[in-house]
């Protein structure tokens, strides 16, 4: 069964820090693309940060500089380190694995909650 979960979402002041966690089972973790996805209320789902499966990163502008993409295949585990957190970064993370074949579901969490509010 597959399962994709985040975690280390909570509340922190402007400037603050976090790391989110997103681990994901049944799948062979190295053949798939890994991201950062956020949805605030009212706006559309937008990719925040991109680990593609031979480690490559993508970011959007509005992250790029204090939000930092990785991944441990040997933990099936993609993680997002965010700094210097502003209040237009309150949303809801998902993370979600796609294949890079595409030839299998794309696979989403349920997602962490973050707020940045002082």
């Known amino acids: 069964q597959v399962q994709v979960a985040e975690s280390g979402g909570g509340l922190v002041q402007p400037g603050g820090s976090l790391r989110l966690s997103c681990a994901a089972s049944?799948?062979?973790?190295?053949?798939?693309?890994m991201d950062w996805c956020r949805q605030a209320p009212g706006k559309q789902r937008e990719l925040v940060a991109h680990?593609?499966?031979?480690?490559?990163?993508y970011y959007a502008d509005s992250v790029k500089g204090r939000f930092t993409i990785s991944r441990d295949n040997a933990k099936n585990t993609v993680y997002l380190q965010m700094n210097n957190l502003k209040p237009e970064d309150t949303a809801l993370y998902y993370c979600r694995a796609t294949h890079v074949y595409g030839v299998l579901p794309q696979r989403w969490g349920q997602g962490t909650q973050v707020t940045v509010s002082s």
């Open positions: 680990a593609s499966s031979d480690g490559s990163t």
């Open positions: 049944g799948i062979i973790f190295s053949s798939y693309q």
